[in-house]
């Protein structure tokens, strides 16, 4: 998969959002929930973006339905290639370590970070409107045995994320991997097993789980279906990229009033978790479109675009820290010399220079270490066995 730019593109831009929607909501909260009480500029400009595509930017949860479908799509594509369940075998037995490191190494930092007192999100938070957010983070006593805790088993079986709040997604990223595996080993050389992959989207729908099983059955899809005749149109990849679009910018946050907003025919409020619901469809479709057009994996092939898609589980995991602790603090100090927009630009050029250099750094010494650990685990204890 390493040889599909396009794909570390698109988690590159999926990162982006992420992180640009945290700095959001920490400094302007009423983008993302559209209250015009948190609104910071006084013409409730956050308040009408947020009920219109433009929020497209900033969908952080769209960027993680992308990661968990990329997920579903890279770990069963090779399977799918060779029908090789050595593959799977393979894979699954390198999946914890080689996501242990970087999430290890994240906690410990925030552990250190909180012993020396150097999170300033509280304070800031004061500020920006954003208490009920990012100043609720951090907000305990600190112990060693409940970091370790966390970092080997909380963060992957439990949803635990006290010390990093981003590494909620890990619980859902481990057994999500393991379900596609399964899955898989399990039905990946049956002949009907479309009837199956129908049957797990319908168990799996009110879930993110659901962009594993998806971005699994797209690439059983692409690699099965070499021919796709179905796309080939111009006009197809458009309206199907524009549903991508539609449905990946409705709102996550319930308390918005889509009344009278382009999703107001599909806000069922019936539906449990819908945004994630849309956010996963659209990331699938988003995807399709991107794996059938040309023009877009150029676009999507860039080098910047490629370089970013590299760093981006770095990003993902220390963003958060760099916010809580030198851009609040960064804010903090401007705070009584200049305004809230102008500190708010300086800040957040600073910090996403710094978050880029440090996952830069994060990803070479730390997420390739962790790839090692894999392949080094693998290739002493079960290697031999496989063969």
């Not at 100043?135 to 370790?148: I, R, T």
């Not at 679009?245 to 107001?264: K, M, V």
């Not at 910047?304 to 916010?323: F, P, R, V």
């Given at each position: 998969m390493s040889k599909l730019k396009y794909l570390e593109g698109l988690r590159g831009l999926a990162a982006l959002s992420v992180v640009l929607l945290h700095y959001l909501v920490a400094f302007y909260p009423a983008f993302y929930t559209g209250n015009p009480e948190h609104s910071n500029t006084g013409n409730n400009l956050e308040v009408l973006i947020s009920t219109t595509p433009l929020n497209l930017?900033?969908?952080?949860?769209?960027?993680?339905?992308?990661?968990?479908?990329?997920?579903?799509?890279?770990?069963?594509?090779?399977?799918?290639?060779?029908?090789?369940?050595?593959?799977?075998?393979?894979?699954?037995?390198?999946?914890?370590?080689?996501?242990?490191?970087?999430?290890?190494?994240?906690?410990?930092?925030s552990y250190l970070l909180?012993?020396?007192?150097?999170?300033?999100?509280?304070?800031?938070?004061?500020?920006?409107?954003?208490?009920?957010?990012?100043?609720?983070?951090?907000?305990?006593?600190?112990?060693?045995?409940?970091?370790?805790q966390q970092s080997f088993t909380g963060a992957f079986l439990d949803y635990q994320s006290s010390y990093n709040p981003v590494l909620w997604t890990m619980t859902y990223e481990f057994y999500g991997s393991l379900l596609i595996f399964s899955v898989a080993a399990l039905i990946g050389k049956v002949n009907?097993?479309?009837?199956?992959?129908?049957?797990?989207?319908?168990?799996?729908?009110?879930?993110?789980?659901?962009?594993?099983?998806?971005?699994?059955?797209l690439s059983d899809y692409t690699v099965t279906i070499k021919n796709i005749k179905y796309t080939n149109h111009t006009l197809t990849k458009v309206l199907l990229l524009i549903v991508a679009?539609?449905?990946?910018?409705?709102?996550?946050?319930?308390?918005?009033?889509?009344?009278?907003?382009?999703?107001?025919y599909i806000n069922n409020a019936y539906f449990t978790d819908l945004p994630t619901f849309y956010h996963t469809i659209g990331s699938f479709l988003l995807l399709y479109v991107l794996i059938v057009s040309e023009r877009m994996k150029k676009l999507f092939s860039i080098r910047?675009?490629?370089?970013?898609?590299?760093?981006?589980?770095?990003?993902?995991?220390?963003?958060?820290?760099?916010?809580?602790?030198?851009s609040s603090y960064l804010y903090l100090k401007l705070q009584p010399y200049l305004s809230h927009s102008i500190n708010f630009v300086i800040t957040f050029l600073i910090s996403i220079i710094l978050i880029v250099l440090l996952s830069s750094a994060f990803y070479k010494y730390v997420d390739k270490s962790g790839i090692k650990l894999s392949e080094f685990i693998y290739n002493k204890y079960f290697c031999k066995r496989d063969k």
């Open positions: 930017i900033y969908a952080g949860n769209f960027g993680v339905c992308i990661f968990f479908v990329l997920s579903g799509y890279v770990l069963s594509y090779k399977f799918f290639k060779t029908k090789d369940t050595s593959v799977l075998t393979k894979s699954a037995i390198k999946r914890y370590p080689r996501l242990l490191v970087p999430v290890m190494t994240c906690i410990f930092i909180m012993r020396v007192s150097l999170f300033f999100n509280m304070e800031a938070s004061a500020y920006t409107n954003s208490d009920w957010w990012l100043g609720s983070f951090w907000q305990f006593e600190e112990n060693f045995f409940d970091m370790v009907n097993r479309w009837v199956f992959y129908l049957l797990l989207i319908l168990l799996f729908y009110k879930t993110y789980y659901l962009g594993f099983i998806l971005g699994m059955v679009i539609y449905l990946g910018s409705f709102p996550r946050e319930a308390q918005i009033d889509l009344t009278g907003t382009i999703w107001n910047i675009l490629e370089n970013l898609g590299k760093i981006s589980y770095s990003m993902y995991l220390i963003h958060l820290l760099i916010l809580g602790t030198f």
